[in-house]
């Protein structure tokens, strides 16, 4: 039990780099030493010190550290990055006995780093709250074993099922508790997609205005560039990726990626955005990129606003989703929040 008591103390310190850590995964590491925590840390942001050297640097008698525990969510990375190896501190500091929530499916590290502490001496433990730890990371965790981005899709629907009215003018379906959470949202992924109709009739900022935190990348779909200049997302206020079948030069923060018109369109998405390491996207419509992601299995779980009250009639039909499993549903004012898992 003291196991799991302090490996969910080092989840606890990785969610606190939700904002900041991606690319890299949110990871929490915590020394004990005689059932105290003497140190712990996490990793902050992309490209500063990792969760073991965060909490080592905590520990004020660092003659404790081979006598102690260390409890880490993720291997200890083997290799050099943006910093030294991880799993190579803990030895310099002569670690002994070593707790992992999950191993590392980079292909850099991949089981290295816990082979590293073997080497070294070191008692090592895997698995303690695993699925917990997936869960945590299910962002990179997908991105390394699918290579494509988590694919996270979203939209409101009226209570008789419409996305949009007929002639795509533009309707508030959801109320403002929900508006506000997506803008949470935004700041938790890396990305946010639209196709080229919601982008045309809505003309979104796809920021994070309702919200205190990072604005993702933008995506775009015009396969023939026929989107007009003058739309917020052409703006430069954010960087911003066009996928087309024509060529164009980039411009300042708009980036345009062509596509080959023979194949099919979403897998080469996926690709570019994989090697762009872009770990999560939040899909925002409109209904034709979100019936033509859900049936290529392209999608991992999709947040769904039903409005309570208001109805349309006719209009544009939401996406159907024979495609998932309901998870829960929630009040949000107004509004249900549905929470579908890909089967």
């Not at 062509?258 to 099919?264: A, G, K, V």
Request: charged share 20%.
């Amino acid at each position: 039990m003291s196991d799991e008591r302090y490996m969910r103390r080092a989840l606890e310190q990785a969610r606190l780099g939700a904002d900041h850590a991606s690319p890299n995964p949110m990871v929490g590491c915590v020394v004990v030493h005689k059932g105290q925590i003497i140190g712990e840390g996490w990793h902050r942001k992309y490209g500063g010190p990792h969760a073991e050297v965060n909490a080592i640097a905590a520990v004020a008698d660092k003659s404790l550290l081979p006598k102690s525990r260390i409890y880490v969510t993720l291997e200890p990375c083997s290799h050099y990055g943006k910093t030294p190896p991880c799993a190579d501190l803990l030895i310099s500091h002569g670690v002994k006995d070593v707790v992992i929530c999950n191993t590392d499916p980079n292909p850099l590290v991949a089981g290295r780093g816990i082979r590293k502490l073997f080497e070294a001496g070191a008692m090592v433990k895997v698995g303690m709250l695993e699925d917990e730890g997936l869960e945590l990371n299910k962002r990179f965790f997908t991105f390394h074993s699918q290579k494509r981005p988590f694919i996270l899709l979203k939209w409101a629907e009226t209570a008789d099922g419409f996305i949009a009215a007929a002639n795509y003018q533009q309707e508030q379906i959801s109320g403002k508790l929900a508006q506000r959470l997506v803008h949470k949202w935004r700041s938790e992924e890396q990305a946010i997609m639209v196709g080229s109709r919601t982008a045309l009739y809505d003309n979104p900022r796809l920021n994070t205005r309702l919200w205190h935190g990072q604005p993702p990348l933008r995506l775009v779909i015009d396969k023939q560039l026929l989107l007009p200049p003058h739309l917020h997302l052409f703006d430069g206020s954010q960087p911003t990726v066009v996928y087309t079948y024509k060529q164009q030069e980039n411009r300042e923060n708009v980036y345009f990626a062509q596509l080959d018109e023979q194949q099919p369109i979403l897998p080469q998405i996926m690709q570019d955005l994989y090697q762009r390491n872009v770990l999560s996207v939040l899909v925002e419509g409109g209904t034709f990129l979100l019936e033509s992601l859900l049936q290529a299995n392209l999608w991992d779980e999709a947040m769904v606003f039903k409005s309570l009250h208001k109805t349309l009639a006719a209009g544009i039909k939401a996406p159907s989703m024979v495609y998932g499993q309901l998870k829960s549903i929630q009040t949000l004012g107004p509004d249900q929040l549905l929470h579908f898992l890909r089967q």
